[in-house]
């Protein structure tokens, strides 16, 4: 029992750690598909995955540990 709660466990903390980087994907090719110029040039695709995925959750931890 306790080795099925502990797999559970890990199972969501790993998911947890993808999240960020689905959300920011999705937000890539929702807006790749609304303006297609934006998808032929990484730089925005670089900044989009660092906000989605890096700033945004520090800042929420930050925000939450307040």
Known sequence: ???QRSRRAALLANLKALLPYLVA???FIAIGVAE???MLNWSPGIAL???VAW???ALW???RRR
């Open 1 to 3: 029992m306790n080795e």
């Open 25 to 27: 994907g999705a937000i």
């Open 36 to 38: 297609p110029q934006f």
């Open 49 to 51: 995955l660092l906000i």
């Open 55 to 57: 700033v945004i959750p």
């Open 61 to 63: 931890k930050r925000w």
